[in-house]
């Protein structure tokens, strides 16, 4: 079973607020993602991240921002979200080196509403 | 850069019955592939994935896949489907030698399994 966490589960907010999703996991994996899921979509890579102070923007540009001060940690931040980042959160987590089969470990995801 | 179709949005099929999801991709260099469940409500969770060697390959939950390199075609398949195995699959590709940098996912396949 995959140790991998995501807070909240669900969140609802109006315009313009600042938000933050969390993104835990126990398994001491260095590379970590953030995938964007709409219904009848691909999963879309919004943001990665290798290792400890190492962040990249994915393939769906996104107004979000992450930042990996921990390994184990990897928060989402939306400054000021509107309707349009309506959406689920998907956070994954891998091995690297020798250890890595490609096997994505993936949290619940965080299903954010914005009025 | 690689594409992942997945043709059916959504496959009904009774309890006890045969299923196939049909899962094709493009791409110019050779790739590992993989395929993933969701759960409702849940993040998703490796089902199986091919990255060399024999073409069949057998997952948990009694899935099994087969790579045809001729038709780019990676199909999952189960003999008889149970009630639990209701879910969204998504079949996902990566090119070979990037280290597992570059998964692509498909549209998903949400199956109904029903009594």
């Known amino acids: 079973e995959a140790d991998i966490y995501q807070t909240p589960r669900y969140l609802v907010i109006g315009t313009g607020k600042k938000i933050t999703l969390e993104c835990s996991q126990t398994?001491?994996?260095?590379?970590m993602y953030w995938y964007q899921q709409d219904p009848g979509m691909e999963l879309h890579l919004i943001h990665y991240?290798?290792?400890?102070?190492?962040?990249e923007k994915g393939d769906l540009s996104s107004e979000s921002t992450v930042s990996r001060i921990r390994t184990e940690h990897f928060p989402l931040t939306l400054e000021s979200a509107r309707p349009s980042h309506t959406s689920q959160y998907l956070c994954?987590?891998?091995?690297?080196?020798?250890?890595?089969?490609?096997?994505?470990?993936f949290g619940e995801g965080s299903r954010l509403t914005v009025l | 850069a690689q594409s992942v179709t997945q043709l059916d949005s959504q496959v009904p099929v009774f309890e006890e019955a045969p299923v196939e999801l049909r899962c094709n991709y493009s791409?110019?260099?050779?790739?590992?592939l993989f395929w993933y469940v969701q759960y409702p409500n849940q993040g998703l969770q490796l089902l199986l994935k091919?990255?060399?060697?024999?073409?069949l390959v057998k997952g948990i939950n009694g899935f099994e896949a087969e790579f045809n390199k001729s038709q780019t075609s990676f199909h999952l398949r189960k003999p008889s489907v149970h009630i639990s195995d209701t879910a969204e699959y998504f079949c996902?590709?990566?090119?070979?030698?990037?280290?597992?940098?570059?998964?692509?996912f498909g549209t998903g396949t949400r199956l109904l399994v029903s009594p």
């Open positions: 991240s290798y290792g400890v102070n190492s962040t």
């Open positions: 996902a590709v990566d090119p070979m030698n990037t280290g597992f940098q570059k998964l692509v």
């Open positions: 398994m001491g994996h260095d590379k």
């Open positions: 994954a987590s891998r091995q690297a080196g020798t250890g890595n089969t490609g096997e994505l470990f």
């Open positions: 091919y990255l060399s060697g024999s073409t």
């Open positions: 791409s110019s260099v050779s790739v590992y």
